[in-house]
């Protein structure tokens, strides 16, 4: 099965030469890349969130296998998509979905279904991909779409894909893909994605998860970014670091009904 581009040419660049310039200028890399567990990087429109993304993939060494976990934003298909065997093509060129590490995602997270429809229009995986081309040209890849959930499925997946890593054998990174608060002034923004962020570089899923729904805090990809809080912990992480926060107002001056970004790294 081969999952074609669905905003390449929107999201970010169109063509492979393009696209290798601008994401040159995105990623800050740093003389000695960290091993880490995992990251959480924004997926917007490269122009607005690239460079945000561009600095939490500039520290860290990617192994040759990378999970990615997503929020699915259009609610087709399954609730916890598995994307099938076959090969993703970005301006790049392919990446292999790898297919060892996805039958073992399969085998040990609870809900997961092999679902390539959840996928197929998806944007908040598609834009990670070519940050890990990039830097890593033979990385392989696995890919779980997620919709929404309770705590107790977050923990039931984010054991799973621990246990899943453990039978692989070898480094995995996870990559949780979110965007923080939607379309809000820049001060409410900030006030609510520091709660968020205070509760993620705790190390504490669940008290993340309370927040944005007390505070409703309109952060996409909470379910992701808590599982791989859960999987990491699991897999012996101890350490967050808040590499990166900023807003779409940044980037266009208008800060009347901005988007949060930031991005993190577990160790």
């Known amino acids: 099965m081969q999952r074609h581009a669905a905003v390449a040419g929107q999201f970010y660049p169109g063509t492979r030469e393009q696209l290798r310039t601008v994401l040159s200028g995105l ?14 990087a924004p997926h917007a429109g490269y122009i607005y969130s690239g460079a945000i993304a561009g600095k939490a993939y500039g520290r860290i060494a990617i ?8 929020p699915n934003h259009h609610g087709a298909g399954a609730a916890a998509a598995l994307y099938p065997e076959g090969e993703w093509l970005t301006p790049l060129g392919p990446i292999l979905i790898n297919p060892r590490l996805t039958a073992l995602l399969q085998q040990c ?4 279904e092999l679902d390539g429809s959840a996928h197929r229009f998806e944007h908040s995986l598609e834009v990670q991909v070519p940050f890990i081309q990039y830097l890593r040209p033979d990385a392989t890849l696995a890919a779980l779409c997620l919709g929404h959930g309770d705590f107790d ?16 054998g070898e480094d995995v990174l996870i990559v949780a893909s979110s965007d923080m608060t939607h379309y809000e ?8 994605d520091n709660l968020a962020l205070a509760r993620a570089v705790a190390f504490d899923p669940e008290g993340l998860l309370k927040v944005c ?4 805090i309109t952060m996409c990809g909470v379910i992701p970014v808590a599982v791989m809080l859960v999987a990491s912990r699991e897999l012996g992480a101890s350490e967050i670091e808040l590499v990166a926060y900023g807003t779409s107002g940044d980037i ?13 790294s577990v160790w």
């Open 213 to 216: 729904r007390s505070e409703r």
């Open 63 to 70: 192994p040759r296998a990378v999970l990615i976990i997503g």
């Open 153 to 168: 499925a977050v923990r039931e997946i984010g054991k799973g894909v621990a246990a899943a890593m453990r039978e692989y």
């Open 109 to 112: 997270v609870p809900f997961t």
């Open 252 to 264: 266009t001056g208008d800060n009347d009904q901005v988007v949060g970004y930031a991005a993190l």
């Open 185 to 192: 002034p820049a001060d409410s923004a900030r006030r609510k």
């Open 27 to 40: 990623i800050q890399s740093v003389p000695e890349k960290r091993r880490v567990q995992g990251i959480v």
